[in-house]
């Protein structure tokens, strides 16, 4: 099948890849010229393990290919996917769809012939149906179908994610729709993985409902955790004490910092705004948002206190800036709350990540130092700050590092070390809900 991608970014770009694997015709498009020329040279311009590898493979197949042009690109494509932004609207919270429906008009000028178009990108309900009245009023003549099929890949296992899904879910209104949708995901269908048709606006609240569900299970740890500080338990056996029940389930119950990330914030956001203005608010979610935005601040407080009371003028290495390893994605991380509240408190950073550090140049305050690794970044320090657990943090040479530092002091904000273990090197450690 012929199938168009609008848009080169972390989704687009792994379906766009995948899609090609699985044998389909792929063009990925995208307004931004900078991504699409790295492409066309067989640059990745983002990190996400594995994708330098799919990609370039199958540019070199003939099965995948890159563009500015949109009408290029959709000319003759049986699939049009829009998997553009849809970041937080400044001012209310909703969903800023402005560049959904300005793909939407591109598309139904440049498509020919009959064309599902997909909306991959999280949308609120009732977006495919404005979408359709987009194109129709463009195109009065057009042969399509909208369809919704919203992404559930995790950057940092997106490959797999998308090869390997527990579900895929299509809202469609028509049975030709379902019929080019079950054709584009056939492979993933001989592997038996569920192909749950429903109706457009179930399918789009399909996305929301499971994200703010995860965000909503991550936060009921977190708040958990801040009791088990108060009362002696330890998180890590309550977590494990309720996750063993299989109608709990393991996941998303390892308390931290709070989510950030590319997705939950915006979408446990825009699902509020969404239910608000349908007159049916879902004030657990409400909840959810607000414990979690004090949350990141609550973890300068943490710092500050494992630091006897004050930062002022200390130096403090901090390990991790993207919201989780694997990614370089740094959109929400706890980071840009924590970092630049230590900053407000007088604090010295000197801050080091595999991936993120780039990105991160433009997100955070000057004054940072960046550094080669946990070692120099721990050079001086009155202590260490890990915000996020990549492997490269996980086995630090303990000793090495406490010598590199004026103070032992180790915050480890996602509990991957054993406290006995690091009071043993001579650490004083402070991690959550422990
Ligand atoms: N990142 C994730 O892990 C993830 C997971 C599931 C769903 N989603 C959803 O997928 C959507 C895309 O997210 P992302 O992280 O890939 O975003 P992204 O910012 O990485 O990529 C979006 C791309 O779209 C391009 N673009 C914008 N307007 C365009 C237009 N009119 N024509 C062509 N290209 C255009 C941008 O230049 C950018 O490259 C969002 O709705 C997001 O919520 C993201």
Redesign the pocket.
Known sequence: MKVAM???????LVSGACFADFGHQVVC????TA?IEALNRGEIP?YEPGLDVLVNGNRFAGRLSFTTD?AEGVAGADAVFI????PTRRGDGHADLS?VY??AE?IARAMTGYTVIVT????PVGTADEVERIVRRVRPDGDFSVASN??????GA?IDDFKRPDRVVVGAEDERAREVMRKLYRPLYLNETPLLFTNRRTSELI?YAANAFLATKITFINEIADLCEKTGANVQDVSRGIGLDGRIGKKFLHAGPGYG???FP??TLALVRTAQQFGAPIHIVETVVEVNTKRKLKMVDKVIEACGGSVDGKTIAVLGLTFKPETD?MRDAPSLDIVPGLIARGARIRAHDPQGMKEAKHLLPESITYCDGPYDAGKGADAVVIITEWNAYRALDLPRLKQALKAPVLIDLRNIYEPAEVARQGFTYVSVGR
């Not at 998997?83 to 849809?86: F, Y």
């Not at 991959?120 to 949308?123: A, E, G, H, I, R």
């Open positions: 609008i848009g080169a970014g972390y989704v687009g498009i995208d307004t931004n991504k983002i949109i998997a553009v932004g849809t560049y300005a793909a591109d991959k990108s999280t949308v919203p992404e559930f890949l995790r950057e997106a996305k990330g590319s997705c915006k979408d994605d």
